[in-house]
């Protein structure tokens, strides 16, 4: 995986998604009143394009989508490749119902360590029957210009955590000797979730 560095706090959209094995919408669901977020199957909802340095949504399909590459990346591919990489659950709102958080990865098509662009955590809610972004959260590795390696977050058991009013993400950062292969550094952040967004409030290298 790859990343951004700063937290890209993005409007709400109309988002299709997959409940149950039928299509439906942000609209219709609404009108149901009711949207079990555990239920939607990820592999095939559409994600900010910021995740992919994109202008408009990506819509995923059975885990991934192949988009043309923006204009500041097309020397490196002509394609890059946005992948669902897993999903988090957790009372974000601490009114029991559960916030979703998908991993989402991009890269370019060459299939190795070095082709990894980016690395987003997408944070959905679906309160009031409406599944919709609250934000898009990025590691946050300080910019080096001599790094070519993009930071991203863990996803091992307990590294990516959602409570009532914070989002705490482990993230892997790669030094300035590090292969890519090998990433030597680790941190850990915490985003404060208030009024409907999201804003990092700490970040702590904690080591290798």
């Given at each position: 995986m790859a990343t951004k560095?700063?937290?890209?706090?993005?409007?709400?959209?109309?988002?299709?998604?997959?409940?149950?094995?039928?299509?439906?919408?942000?609209?219709?669901?609404?009108?149901?009143?009711?949207?079990?977020?555990?239920?939607?199957?990820?592999?095939?909802?559409?994600?900010?394009?910021?995740?992919?340095?994109?202008?408009?949504?990506?819509?995923?399909?059975?885990?991934?989508?192949?988009?043309?590459?923006?204009?500041?990346?097309?020397?490196?591919?002509?394609?890059?490749?946005?992948?669902?990489?897993?999903?988090?659950?957790?009372?974000?709102?601490?009114n029991g119902e559960d916030a979703a958080g998908v991993l989402v990865s991009c890269s370019t098509t060459a299939g190795t360590a070095d082709g990894q662009l980016a690395d987003s955590l997408v944070i959905f809610t679906a309160d009031g029957g409406s599944l919709r972004v609250v934000g898009t959260l990025a590691p946050r590795q300080p910019a080096n210009p001599g790094l070519?390696?993009?930071?991203?977050?863990?996803?091992g058991s307990g590294a990516l955590r959602i409570d009532p009013g914070s989002i705490t993400v482990h993230e892997v950062w790669y030094g300035p000797n590090d292969a890519t292969c090998c990433p030597t550094m680790r941190a850990t952040t915490v985003w404060a979730f208030a009024h409907g967004s999201l804003t990092a409030v700490s970040t702590t290298p904690t080591g290798q």
């Open positions: 560095k700063r937290l890209a706090i993005v409007d709400a959209f109309v988002i299709p998604v997959l409940v149950a094995g039928c299509t439906t919408s942000r609209r219709s669901v609404a009108a149901s009143g009711s949207l079990r977020i555990q239920s939607i199957r990820w592999s095939d909802v559409s994600v900010p394009g910021a995740v992919c340095h994109a202008a408009h949504p990506i819509h995923l399909r059975n885990d991934r989508a192949v988009i043309g590459s923006p204009p500041q990346l097309a020397a490196r591919s002509s394609r890059l490749v946005v992948q669902e990489s897993g999903v988090v659950y957790g009372d974000l709102n601490g070519h390696q993009s930071p991203y977050f863990d996803d």
